[in-house]
């Protein structure tokens, strides 16, 4: 039961939850829970149902929150703001006011990372072969173990993304230039720390 669980973690809502009513106000719960308290949250893929449902607004997010959309999602999350989604640099510099303090990962053939502090970096330094099911699900993840070492916010989502786009650089090179799965990005994680530290 939400009452009973003791919050002191990062938090990662949404890969594999799926679109019930159910897990939506089981979401809505989990954020508002997270939102009395002030660490950080990841929210991706079935965690943005309660804001495509217009049930939760940006604001009503825990502030240390994390978004991690891809295209599609974004621009159901921003459905009601009108944006150039064919400009998703402008797209993101529209919605920083909105975002309030909070991160943004919009993932993509370059990846956009909108900062605490509204600060933009773009990140193309990943090959195509990283578009394949289950691969935000891995950088959220990533994401998460950053967080719980101690990385701020900002900094999570920026490693975490460099880091995802390089495992498919140096699998690229290393094992095949037309696929990769979720478990192969996994598997080359560790290699991949290794060559940047």
Same mark, same amino acid.
């Given at each position: $039961?939400?009452?009973?669980?003791?919050?002191?973690?990062?938090?990662?809502?949404?890969?594999g939850?799926?679109?019930? *009513?159910?897990?939506?106000?089981?979401?809505?719960k989990?954020?508002k829970?997270?939102?009395?308290?002030?660490?950080p949250? #990841?929210?991706?893929?079935?965690?943005?149902?309660?804001?495509?449902? =217009? *049930?939760?607004?940006? =604001? @009503?997010?825990?502030?240390?929150t994390?978004? /991690?959309?891809?295209?599609?999602?974004?621009?159901?999350?921003?459905?009601?703001?009108?944006?150039?989604? @064919?400009?998703? #640099?402008?797209?993101?510099? $529209?919605?920083s006011? !909105?975002?309030?303090?909070?991160?943004? #990962?919009l =993932?993509?053939?370059?990846? !956009? #990372?909108?900062?605490?502090?509204?600060?933009?970096?773009?990140?193309?330094?990943?090959?195509?072969?990283?578009? /394949?099911?289950?691969?935000?699900d891995?950088?959220?993840?990533?994401?998460?173990?950053?967080?719980? =070492?101690?990385? @701020?916010? @900002?900094?999570?989502s920026?490693?975490?993304?460099?880091?995802?786009?390089?495992?498919?650089?140096?699998?690229?090179?290393?094992?095949?230039?037309?696929?990769?799965?979720?478990?192969?990005?996994?598997?080359?994680?560790?290699?991949?720390?290794?060559? !940047?530290f």
């Amino acid at each position: $039961k939400i009452k009973e669980l003791d919050i002191d973690n990062p938090v990662l809502i949404g890969p594999g939850l799926g679109e019930s *009513e159910e897990t939506r106000k089981f979401t809505i719960k989990m954020l508002k829970k997270i939102k009395k308290g002030s660490h950080p949250c #990841i929210i991706d893929a079935s965690g943005f149902e309660p804001l495509y449902s =217009k *049930e939760l607004k940006i =604001k @009503d997010l825990p502030s240390k929150t994390i978004l /991690t959309p891809h295209l599609g999602e974004f621009k159901r999350i921003f459905s009601e703001y009108d944006l150039d989604f @064919d400009n998703p #640099i402008s797209s993101c510099e $529209k919605i920083s006011n !909105i975002l309030d303090g909070r991160t943004l #990962i919009l =993932k993509g053939p370059s990846t !956009i #990372i909108m900062t605490s502090n509204k600060k933009m970096l773009i990140a193309n330094n990943s090959k195509s072969i990283l578009a /394949t099911a289950g691969s935000g699900d891995v950088l959220s993840g990533m994401i998460l173990g950053l967080l719980s =070492k101690g990385y @701020d916010m @900002d900094k999570a989502s920026i490693v975490g993304v460099y880091v995802h786009g390089l495992i498919s650089n140096i699998y690229y090179k290393k094992v095949s230039k037309h696929s990769m799965s979720a478990i192969d990005i996994i598997n080359y994680l560790p290699k991949t720390l290794n060559e !940047i530290f």
